[in-house]
């Protein structure tokens, strides 16, 4: 089966400046989440889609960041403006809406914030 | 508040070595316990899940353990070899719902180098 994908696969930008992600999951896994993973550390929760609905954004910092997830399928994250600390990678991954069915991981977007 | 916390930090061995990663959590209540392998500039990949019935479970020369009395948990690997080389992630899911991605608490990960 196909895999998670995600572009760009690396973005550099200025403070202030605005930036997207994109993300398509596998196909039929209705849920779908954006991380953030800072090196050395492990992923961080920001969004979970089920289908098009948010089931969790407690952790977005919604001044700045946004996310869509339209027609349920695939998904934007957006950060607007960008700051220092938003340097990371930003991992797309989706699974099955069945209790411990593994999430399969994009490669992610490696972003630099200067 | 639910953590989950792995050691060592970093870890390196010569190829051929067996290794033992370590991983232990206060996540309540307890679904499951996954651990991942996230190769350098790649996403993680799952290794295994267990929930609170399997105390071990294996994916080739990777075995995971778990003690759902101590809160433990650790990954095995047996004759490493320098593909083995990547960080070592644990993750619990917390929580009865169908939910997993809300309820995963994800260690800060074990970075394991392989030398020849």
């Known amino acids: 089966e196909a895999g998670v994908a995600q572009s760009p696969r690396y973005k550099i930008i200025e403070k202030r400046q605005s930036v997207a992600f994109w993300c398509n999951p596998i196909?039929?896994?209705?849920?779908l989440y954006w991380y953030q993973q800072i090196l050395g550390q492990g992923p961080k929760l920001l969004i979970q889609?089920?289908?098009?609905?948010?089931?969790?954004d407690s952790q977005l910092p919604k001044d700045r960041f946004s996310a869509e997830r339209l027609k349920g399928v695939d998904s934007t994250l957006k950060i607007q403006p960008a700051k220092l600390e938003d340097s990371a990678v930003y991992l797309c991954?989706?699974?099955?809406?069945?209790?411990?069915?593994?999430?399969?991981f994009g490669n992610g977007t490696r972003l630099t914030v200067t | 508040k639910n953590q989950v916390e792995q050691s060592p930090q970093s870890l390196i061995i010569l190829e051929g070595k067996n290794c033992t990663l370590q991983?232990?959590?206060?996540?309540?209540?307890?679904?499951?316990l996954r651990w991942y392998k996230q190769d350098t500039g790649r996403g993680p990949v799952s290794l295994t899940i267990?929930?609170?019935?399997?105390n071990t479970k294996s994916n080739g020369r990777y075995t995971a353990t778990l003690d759902a009395d101590t809160k433990q948990s650790s990954l095995h690997i047996t004759a490493s070899q320098l593909s083995d080389s990547a960080s070592y992630i644990c993750?619990?899911?917390?929580?009865?719902?169908?939910?997993?991605?809300?309820?995963?608490?994800f260690g800060g990960g074990t970075r394991l180098m392989v030398k020849p």
């Open positions: 991983c232990n959590y206060t996540v309540s209540p307890f679904s499951n």
């Open positions: 991954a989706s699974s099955l809406v069945v209790n411990n069915s593994p999430l399969h």
């Open positions: 267990m929930t609170f019935s399997e």
């Open positions: 993750v619990v899911s917390a929580g009865t719902n169908n939910n997993a991605g809300n309820m995963l608490t």
């Open positions: 196909s039929g896994h209705a849920t």
């Open positions: 889609f089920q289908n098009n609905g948010v089931v969790d």
